[in-house]
């Protein structure tokens, strides 16, 4: 007799299997025929394990045998239902699949100590990352496809590979944040470079102009001995209250300089902070550190939510 059994390989490869075999007559009903088994579930067990004597990819567990009645067409049957069950060697495969992975996933957390000037870091995570898409391959043809639900090996290895691709980017993302750090650096050294020169070339125009300057000020004549009859005679209450507004009109103008001066200098350290060098440089450790302490938590919450789900009892 050869039976076949739908498998259920949502915990692959820690499934168990559960097959049934019914034996019932067609067409008598139970008054026609009484089945009944001639041995209990234990007594089954131990002589089907000492007939199975090699077992290769799959472990014996037990067998048990109970009898049931049903109605199919209208009538009472007797039946008697034997339920194998067998357990997967999962060895292979742990040793095989799923530890690979799990120390290209320790890689992956060690890559953060290589420095990441050069292409040593990319070129490292990059690699990784294509050898877990290999073994997503290897998944590929040793998984049975006779289950509708997704089994969680393929959970386990889709999510490391999240993993390493999110850990990638990052990675990216901090040589694309280098290379504007050395784009500004580059760009202050030449201007002041530029700066160097024009300080050169203008040295000699700077100071025939400072020598212009000073004739004109010692030609510049003396007004100071007018006499007082030649000033023409003012109010001296009108004066005051000119001087008054006016001066009321300058502390209001000071005062609106100043906020203003204010902001403007907040806004200028703002823009010279973003611009002097070694900036981003600063930021990346920061953003590397946290972002490694985040990795590792949600590397060990994945992985403890896989085991745990792997050996839980099944429903």
């Known amino acids: 007799m050869v039976s076949t059994c739908m498998m259920q390989v949502y915990k692959f490869p820690f499934d168990v299997q559960n097959c049934n075999l019914s034996i019932k007559s067609v067409v008598h009903s139970v008054k026609e025929i009484q089945l009944l088994h001639s041995y209990n579930s234990s007594v089954t067990t131990d002589w089907s394990r000492q007939l199975m004597r090699t077992q290769y990819e799959w472990l014996f567990i037990n ?47 060690f890559s953060f100590l290589i420095s990441d000037r050069g292409g040593e870091k990319l070129s490292f995570k990059v690699t990784v990352l294509l050898a877990v898409t290999v073994m ?99 109010s001296v209450q009108g004066r005051r209250s000119r001087l008054t507004g006016e001066l009321q009109e300058s502390e209001k103008l000071s005062d609106e300089l100043k906020d203003l001066r204010r902001m403007l200098s907040l806004l200028v ?13 600063r930021k990346i450790k920061v953003i590397n550190k946290t972002y490694f302490i985040l990795y590792v938590i949600a590397s060990s919450l994945f992985l403890s939510f896989m085991f745990s789900t792997w050996t839980a009892a099944d429903e």
């Open 269 to 281: 350290n703002n823009i010279r902070e973003e611009r002097k060098p070694g900036f981003w440089s």
């Open 136 to 234: 997503q391959l290897i998944l590929n043809d040793i998984l049975p496809s006779s289950s509708d639900r997704i089994p969680l090996i393929a959970v386990y290895c889709i999510g490391i590979f999240a993993l390493m691709f999110l850990s990638l980017l990052e990675t990216i993302l901090m040589m694309y944040l280098m290379e504007i750090d050395a784009e500004s650096q580059d760009s202050q050294m030449d201007r002041g470079q530029h700066l160097g020169e024009d300080c050169v070339d203008n040295r000699d125009t700077n100071y025939q102009s400072c020598e212009e300057e000073e004739k004109k000020w010692i030609r510049c004549p003396c007004t100071c001995g007018v006499s007082a009859d030649k000033i023409q005679p003012e």
């Open 63 to 109: 067998m048990t045998v109970t009898n049931e009645t049903v109605t199919p067409f209208g009538y009472k049957q007797d039946t008697v239902i034997y339920t194998i069950s067998m357990k997967r060697r999962s060895i292979l495969y742990i040793v095989n699949f799923l530890l690979p992975l799990l120390f290209f996933l320790c890689l992956d957390l």
